[in-house]
């Protein structure tokens, strides 16, 4: 698998052969981000979970594409940002380690905040 570093050149590689950098600023890409991540949750409305299992076997290209789209935003905001995106997600995974201690989340899908009650 390619790194982050190595896909956010081909990323940009591939907006920079279309002169679309004058239109990727921090704003738009996350409206972005936002609107493609709406077209990804399109994917499972008004399904139930069985329904989702079936749609995911039989539309599984297009669930892909939508994932794609999502990441390909958040990894060009990223470099716009100029943030390593993968020191963030290691760092937050760390501030979650704290927020969720294995001993109190572990199979509980509660809240940080309600794990002490």
């Known amino acids: 698998m390619d790194s ?9 590689a591939f907006r920079d052969a279309r002169d679309w950098k004058q239109f990727h600023n921090p704003k738009d890409m ?31 290209e297009a669930v892909a594409d939508e994932m794609a789209d999502v990441a390909i ?9 100029k943030m390593d995106l993968g020191q963030e997600m290691l760092r ?10 294995v001993d109190k989340a572990k199979g509980s899908n509660k809240k940080y905040d309600e794990l002490n009650q």
């Open 73 to 81: 935003y958040l990894f060009e905001l990223a470099d716009l940002l």
């Open 92 to 101: 937050k995974l760390g501030k979650n380690a704290v927020k969720y201690p």
């Open 30 to 60: 996350a409206v972005s981000i936002s609107i493609e991540s709406a077209e990804l949750l399109e994917q499972f409305q008004w399904k139930n979970a069985k329904e989702c299992e079936a749609h995911l076997q039989d539309n599984r």
């Open 4 to 12: 982050i570093c190595d896909l956010t050149t081909r990323i940009n």
